[in-house]
């Protein structure tokens, strides 16, 4: 089994900052890529950015130039440093890891439980 645990989400004022962590933890398993979603209130959940085993990124353009994620491979955690928030950055951010176990060639969806960024004006 997969855990992710994510953290360093909060209340902040627009203009400001949040770095958010997520340690993926567990046994048996490689990660393919690492993820960040927003669920905005009323919304769907959506991406945020997205880092590949091989360092590649994807953001969302509405936070390009303004969101970095990045990955530490040897604690399995990756981060998403938020900068100029604004308030529609407002919502349940939610981590996802896709991993392959063992030797299986199938790739499965893990999701961390969801950390609260709240933007103020």
């Known amino acids: 089994q997969v855990q992710l645990v994510e953290s360093g989400g909060g209340l902040v004022q627009a203009g400001g900052s949040l770095r958010l962590s997520c340690a993926v933890s567990g046994s048996g398993f490689s990660i393919n890529r690492l993820g960040w979603y927003q669920e905005a209130p009323g919304k769907q959940r959506e991406l945020v950015a997205r880092?590949?085993?091989?360092?590649?990124?994807n953001y969302a353009d509405s936070v390009k130039g303004r969101f970095t994620i990045s990955r530490d491979n040897a604690k399995n955690t990756v981060y998403l440093q938020m900068n100029s928030l604004k308030r529609e950055d407002t919502g349940l951010y939610y981590c996802h890891a896709r991993v392959r176990h063992g030797s299986e060639l199938s790739l499965f969806d893990y999701w961390g439980q969801g950390t609260q960024v709240t933007v103020s004006s």
């Open positions: 880092i590949t085993n091989g360092g590649s990124t």
